[in-house]
């Protein structure tokens, strides 16, 4: 098998990586500025909550379905490269909407097309990555590399020339998703899956259900902060560049974990990686209701290392060791279907909602989340 240094410097490394970083640059600007971008168009905080949170519910049997054909196919780049086209006509529909109802219906769909993507890529990157041709932590942490400069330069940018410019930017890092996307390899499993609900079988490997479980619950903390985050910290009189730069620290931390994560993979293996993820999420989100100190703030986002990138990690590496070739697609896209879309949804619309009630005390509910996914990882054993 290569070393570690051929695999940072092979042909599929550096396309993956490329990808990661056209997607993650795009995604940068989406998460952070999206909900501030509808409010300018008079929507409020609710609603804005509410259309984010329609594409993760309608990504619970778009993206499953499409990871579904996918491994039925085997074409996963092609799925790929459509997703990304009609993201981008999709984004190129919605910056022309101004009212609440035509712009949920809108997002109902192209935000699942979007969303769809990382399980995808990262089902082709694992089959990449057993042919020893990818580091995936390594390739994964330039999407974290390109978020950070995304959110960073974004905020800089609308907050000199106003938030009016955030369709063109949106357009063209669309576009260049489409680019990378282009120039994935594809790479086709030995078998396909022939039997009708062939993904089924995933919940006979011992510890899937435990580790999705775990997984979906610790990332759908993050529905307070996906949802409400940016307007509550505009709320609170931080503004637009500090915001970008306060997403930027949570990503800088999460490259740092994906750096050192086959070392950490090594010390802890994937339960020890989740329950570092339940203790960081625990404190973070009661951090985060607690105060709008921007000080505390970037200490604070440092935790997103453990919340995000620890628990993305774990569920990858149990992909990678546990599961067929032929059903890697189906894995990854039930795991987001679920941590990502149902959860993620559930989360986010339940953040929107108690927001006009309880403020930025909403996240020491995403506190209670994550208690939860504790006493999931207690209880089940593998």
């Known amino acids: ?58 990504k619970v049997f778009f993206g499953l379905g499409v990871g579904i054909l996918a491994d039925a196919t085997g074409h996963k780049k092609r799925w790929i490269l459509l997703l990304s086209v009609f993201t981008f006509l999709g984004f190129a529909v919605f910056v022309q909407i101004e009212t ?60 000199a020339y ?73 709320e609170a009189g931080i503004s637009e560049s500090i915001i970008g730069l306060l997403w930027a620290q949570g990503v800088a931390a999460e490259v740092v974990l994906f750096a050192i994560g086959f070392w950490l993979l090594k010390k802890v293996g994937v339960k020890g990686l989740l329950w570092m993820a339940v203790i960081g999420g625990t404190i973070r989100w009661i951090l985060l209701g607690w105060s709008t100190d921007v000080g505390l703030l970037f200490t604070v986002q440092i935790l997103h290392a453990f919340t995000f990138a620890a628990t993305h990690l774990a569920m990858t590496q149990y992909i990678t060791q546990k599961v067929p070739d032929q059903l890697t697609a189906s894995a990854q896209t039930l795991y987001d279907a679920l941590a990502l879309g149902a959860l993620m949804g559930i989360s986010m619309t339940l953040a929107g909602g108690l927001y006009g009630y309880i403020s930025g005390q909403v996240f020491w509910v995403m506190a209670l989340i994550s208690i939860a996914a504790g006493l999931v990882l207690k209880r089940f054993k593998w």
């Open 100 to 159: 609440f109802w035509p712009m949920l219906m809108v997002w109902f769909v192209v935000g699942a097309l979007q969303t769809s993507h990382v399980p995808m890529v990262d089902g082709l990157a694992i089959a990449s990555a057993r042919l020893g041709k990818l580091n995936y932590s390594k390739a994964r942490l330039w999407g974290s590399v390109a978020f950070i400069a995304s959110s960073t330069l974004s905020g800089l940018y609308i907050a």
């Open 1 to 58: 098998m290569p070393s570690s240094t051929e695999l940072f410097k092979g042909r599929e490394h550096a396309v993956f990586s490329g990808f990661f970083f056209a997607y993650f640059a795009c995604f940068g600007l989406v998460l952070p500025f999206l909900p501030y971008w509808m409010v300018s168009r008079g929507l409020d905080a609710q609603e804005a909550a509410l259309i984010l949170s329609s594409a993760f519910i309608s």
């Open 162 to 234: 106003s938030i009016e410019a955030y369709p063109q930017l949106l357009l063209v890092l669309g576009a260049v998703v489409i680019v990378f996307a282009s120039s994935l390899p594809d790479i086709r499993p030995q078998t396909k899956t022939t039997r009708k609900l062939a993904f089924l079988e995933l919940f006979k490997l011992p510890g899937f259900a435990a580790v999705v479980t775990v997984s979906a619950l610790i990332q759908a903390s993050h529905g307070a902060l996906y949802g409400i985050g940016t307007l509550h910290w505009l």
